[in-house]
Every structure is written in C-alpha cells, then in structure tokens.
C-alpha cells in the first residue's frame, strides 16, 4: 500500500517519467459509496500538486485512477468489463478535460476462456481474473512480462516455511555482493580486468550455490531452486 501527504491510503501508487499519477486499487466487495471514494481520492492528487509557496499557473498533471473490481456497478448492468470515464460536454460528447480519467474494471463480467484471448487486454483480464487457480502459465501467456508476473505470483504463495529459507537465501546473496563490494572498495581486490571480472563471476557463482544449499536444507522444491538461483538440475543435484 501506498500514502500519499494528504494521508488517503492506496493498495498502489505510481507515477511515470511525466509526473503523471497513477492510483491502482484492488476491490473485492462492493462499496455503497465506491464512485464517490475514487473521485475524493484523485482530488486528492490534484490538490496535493500545489506548491508550497510562491506563484502557480495550475497546470496539473494527468491522475488515473485504475479500480480493478471483484463486483459490477449495480447501476451500469450493461454486461462491460471495462469503462473508460472522462469528464465529458453532454451535448457533443467530446471530451472536456482529459487529465482526469477512471478505469474501472469489472472482472465478474470478463468470461473469455484461454482460446478465445486475442489482444494483449485480454490475456491481462484472464491472468488477472485466473492468477490464483493457475497451476501452471497457459500456452497463451508465454510472452516474457508473463513470465515475470508468474515467478512473482508462486515467490508470494510460498509457506512460511518456503518464504524464510528464500529470505535467508536473499540475505546470503546480499551478503556476498556487500563482501565482494567492500573488498574492491578497499583495495583488496587486486590485478587486471581479466582477473577481476573471473573474481566477479566466481563470487556470483558461489553466492548462487550457497542459495541453493540453503534452499535444499529447507526441503524446497528443485523446480522452485531452478527459478529462484538459475542453476540448473543437475548443478543443484551435486550440492
């Protein structure tokens, strides 16, 4: 979760290279007055770009605000899984201002199965709405980012148990890296490139193999070792 200086409290804030804001909320129940919380918290991030002091010509950065919705609006039972608002000139229906806009997305309306996933959006529907019963990344979701969210997702349903020897698996890797840098700091590390870049690669390597002994000390699965160290099997298996 994210805080923001007006002290509102977000399951997720961004902000690009633009400065532009992004708001991200995770909502599994209805709330009565959910509409309203979203405009209150993106004013929020209007108001917050204030300067403290001195001249302002309030020009504002773009806020998004994303809602990623365990429900439908009861009022909107269009069957969409997706709204783009902006505000918006009744008459013409062209936009009035586009620094503000809400995306809501409600994923008990999304019903593609894996065959029927034909753009980018929709394989984001599906693993967004799937993630949690997925076994195994489907054949649609081999893409890269894919495999990124997918690595994240099994590092979060370890055990207690699984999740300490990770965490102590990261603390011996740390701890390498911060002894290897300290020496080189300190004039320890002697010689030419060459034999300083064969020091690195040695001290990743043995970093790596003392992760994995951990890893194998804590019962965890070859598979999960593989994915956490980048060893291979047979690497793993005379440790």
């Known amino acids: 979760r994210s805080l923001v200086d007006r002290k509102a ?3 997720l ?7 532009e804001k992004f708001i991200i909320e995770l909502q599994n129940v209805r709330q009565k007055f959910f509409k309203d919380r979203s405009i209150y918290y993106s004013a929020l991030l209007l108001q917050d770009q204030a300067p ?15 809602g990623i919705l365990n429900f439908t609006f009861q009022d909107l039972a269009d069957g969409r899984y997706v709204r783009e608002i902006q505000l918006m000139d009744r008459e013409t229906h062209e936009i009035f201002y586009n620094k503000l806009t809400f995306i809501y997305l409600e994923m008990p309306n999304f019903r ?16 967004l709405k799937n993630l949690s019963r997925l076994q195994d990344r489907p054949r649609a979701l081999q893409e890269k980012i894919f495999e990124r969210l997918f690595s994240a997702a099994e590092i979060a349903r370890l055990n207690p148990k699984e999740m300490k020897a990770y965490d102590e698996s990261l603390k011996v890797l740390w701890d390498n890296y911060s002894i290897i840098e300290t020496a080189k ?6 010689g030419r490139e060459a034999g300083r870049e064969e020091g690195r690669i040695e001290g990743r390597e ?7 002994k951990e890893m194998k000390k804590e019962g965890l699965p070859v598979h999960q070792i593989v994915r956490f160290t980048g060893l291979s099997e047979e690497e793993i298996d005379k440790l």
Do not use: H, P
Request: some cysteine.
């Open 9 to 11: 409290v977000f399951d």
């Open 13 to 19: 804030f961004c902000e690009n290279e633009r400065g």
């Open 52 to 66: 403290k002091g001195g001249s302002w010509d309030y020009k504002l950065k773009a806020v998004y605000t994303i």
């Open 112 to 127: 593609k199965q894996e065959e029927e996933l034909t753009s980018q959006f929709d394989k984001w529907m599906y693993v």
């Open 185 to 190: 700091e300190e004039g320890r590390v002697e």
């Open 206 to 212: 043995a970093g790596r193999a003392e992760i994995a």
